[in-house]
């Protein structure tokens, strides 16, 4: 029978499809255990796709994902494709999926495993249950706006400019999304932009509180100063629940916060996009590294980020926070027996390889659904 659940999975180059493998085991480990099977079909994407078809991202594959209800993504690039043309680099096939799905919210959560707590640069009490979320404006702004350019003026000095601009329309629909995921949390929302010195940063805030005032005042709604929330990030970060912000504070933002929790290899992000006539909303999941040619192919790739990717798949696509909540339980477990891949190794811990920590993480949701 045709699931109705589907879902295309891009391995992509490097680890990709070393740990897209790990997450394969999980979802077959559902379709066994848990009655929930998902529709599974794959694509080639960057690298790997050029090697294929000559093209980063065939029409093919970006009509597949179009038609899926999410779209899973293991990380782009490597050494082999560096010297290609900036068009045809494989960094484009994933700026075209994003382009051509409109995903304009980027949801990058930062949460501390209680194992994991001396991996942070901050101090252990500062960080140990931390569990806060960044939603990033994704497809406007100063990355986009026009003008743009590079002009040589009448004095012989070159000039470079780039333009912030927003409307109304683009800060609401990414705020409704920042709303929406704060009721399902701890029902806190902070808007983040520079309003003191940046006209798009005062319609920023405007809109945020027009909408708060009109669908969301159940929502503790509060606004911050960009380099003052860059500031409380790291002096206490667990004030926050989730944030809001555009597309070149969130950049900033979000790696910043996400540095607070160690490693690369820990770390998923969602990015979403309009919800279409039939309510579904266009969705990719990914984790935050990239392809990580200087491990690749070594079984040393931490498989854990794709995995909670895959887990931010089921709570935000397909309506199953309960088994999203049982893969994050079973990375805790795992992590607090004492299991390390070698980027986040410690000392006393063991080194596993990637397909044991993915073997251990079935044996763990095995014991959790026992
Ligand atoms: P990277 O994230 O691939 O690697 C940075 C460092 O972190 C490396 O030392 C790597 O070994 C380590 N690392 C990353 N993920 C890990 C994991 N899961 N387990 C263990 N260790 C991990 O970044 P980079 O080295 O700057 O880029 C490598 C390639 O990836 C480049 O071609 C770059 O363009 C591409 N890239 C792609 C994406 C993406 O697909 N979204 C994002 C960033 C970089």
Not at 20 to 44: H, I, L, N, Q
Not at 95 to 103: A, G, N, T, V, W
């Amino acid at each position: 029978m045709a699931s109705n659940k589907t879902l295309l999975i891009l391995p992509g180059d490097g680890i990709g499809p070393e740990v897209m493998s790990e997450v394969r085991r999980v979802m077959d480990w559902m379709d066994r255990r848990r009655a929930v099977s998902f529709g599974v079909t794959y694509g080639k994407v960057g690298g790997a796709a050029i090697d294929e078809a000559g093209t980063p991202l065939t029409d093919e594959t970006m009509a597949d994902a179009m038609s899926v209800d999410a779209v899973l993504l293991g990380a782009v690039g490597g050494p082999k494709w560096d010297s290609l043309p900036f068009e045809q680099k494989p960094e484009r096939g994933l700026l075209r999926l994003r382009k051509e799905m409109d995903l304009f919210a980027n949801l990058r959560p930062a949460i501390c495993f209680d194992a994991l707590v001396d991996a942070s640069s901050l101090k252990p009490d500062l960080v140990a249950g931390l569990d806060i979320l960044i939603v990033r404006e994704l497809t406007g702004g100063i990355y986009f706006g026009e003008p743009r350019g590079v002009e040589t003026l009448p004095d012989g000095q070159r000039r470079g400019f780039n333009t912030q601009n927003y409307t109304s329309g683009e800060i609401r629909r990414v705020a409704e999304v920042a709303f929406e995921l704060a009721r399902k949390r701890d029902n806190r929302l902070c808007s983040v932009e520079k309003a003191n010195v940046m006209e798009s940063g005062v319609l920023w805030r405007e809109e945020v509180s027009a909408l708060h005032g009109e669908q969301f005042v159940d929502v503790e709604l509060s606004h911050m100063y960009a380099d003052n929330c860059a500031m409380q990030l790291v002096r206490q970060p667990k004030q926050f629940d989730v944030i809001v912000t555009d597309n070149l504070f969130g950049d900033m933002l979000s790696d910043e916060a996400a540095m607070l929790t160690g490693s690369l290899g820990m770390l998923p992000s969602a990015s979403l996009g309009g919800v279409d006539a039939t309510g579904r909303r266009k969705a990719l999941y990914e984790p935050v590294h990239g392809s990580a040619p200087d491990i690749a192919g070594q079984e040393m790739a931490n498989p854990i980020a794709t995995l909670l990717s895959f887990a931010m798949s089921l709570r935000y696509s397909f309506d199953l926070a309960d088994d999203a909540e049982l893969i994050e339980t079973a990375v805790k477990n795992v992590l607090a027996g004492g299991l390390r891949t070698a980027d986040i190794i410690q000392p006393g811990k063991a080194k596993v390889s990637t397909t044991v920590m993915g073997g251990s993480l079935v044996r763990e949701l095995d014991k959790l659904a026992a």
